[in-house]
């Protein structure tokens, strides 16, 4: 089955520390999107990439560093700068232009 | 960029009945209209979406309607079920230089009472 996988489910960070939330797609989709989730909101853009080795900031990418080495992947790592971490991280893709984009179940992070 | 408000918030119904949930955006060059069912701790899934150049769609119990003059569009669902109970958000895609982005609503919590 085509579709994104987003790993670790659960994610705990400590103080000072930087993770990587990891996302794969086997839709072959040029574009990815990762967002960010708080309670009762909607979604917000952190980083997207239309093509392999090029990305752009979304709305909130201060404290957040994202690559973009392969099609497939496109990995976000949230590094200490970003002082209020804790959210739910969602991934997702799309091909080219305006078109629906897949999501995958998220990683849920929180500050240990 | 474009601003997205998403009416009402919370939204109860009996099964059986139908619910309709309104979204307003700013940017006229919008062109891209989906709405997104989001179940609890999943991520969002397409449920349907319409282009600018149509007035209307619909999928069995589901349908969007658009009306780019007073730029918005509202999602229409029909004979409510209780697995139709999530939050659901719409999210207009506009262009932004090269690249098109979607900017999500802040959600509707559909609750479907047996």
């Known amino acids: 089955d085509g579709g994104i996988t987003q790993s670790p489910k659960y994610l705990f960070r400590k103080e000072g520390q930087n993770v990587t939330l990891s996302c794969e797609q086997n839709l072959n989709h040029d574009a990815m999107y990762w967002y960010r989730q708080d309670p009762g909101q909607g979604l917000r853009l952190i980083y997207y990439?239309?093509?392999?080795?090029?990305?752009q900031k979304g709305d909130i990418a201060e404290g957040y560093s994202v690559s973009r080495e392969k099609k497939e992947s496109f990995p976000l790592t949230v590094t200490s700068a970003q002082k209020n971490p804790t959210a739910f991280y969602l991934c997702?893709?799309?091909?080219?232009?305006?078109?629906?984009?897949?999501f995958g179940d998220g990683t849920r992070l929180s500050i240990l | 960029g474009e601003n997205v408000e998403q009416h009402p918030s919370t939204l109860s119904v009996q099964e059986g009945d139908s619910a309709v949930i309104k979204c307003t955006y700013s940017d006229s060059a919008s062109n891209y209209f989906p709405w997104y069912k989001q179940e609890l701790g999943k991520g969002p899934q397409l449920i349907i979406d319409i282009r600018s150049n149509v007035g209307e769609k619909k999928d069995q119990r589901i349908a969007v309607t658009l009306n780019k003059t007073a730029k918005h569009f509202s999602l229409h669902i029909t004979e409510t079920q209780p697995e139709d109970s999530a939050v659901y958000f719409c999210?207009?895609?506009?262009?932004?230089?090269?690249?098109?982005?979607?900017?999500f609503g802040k959600g509707t919590l559909l609750t479907v009472n047996p």
């Open positions: 990439s239309q093509i392999v080795n090029d990305f």
């Open positions: 999210a207009p895609s506009g262009r932004g230089g090269s690249n098109y982005k979607l900017t």
């Open positions: 997702a893709s799309s091909p080219p232009g305006p078109q629906p984009q897949h």
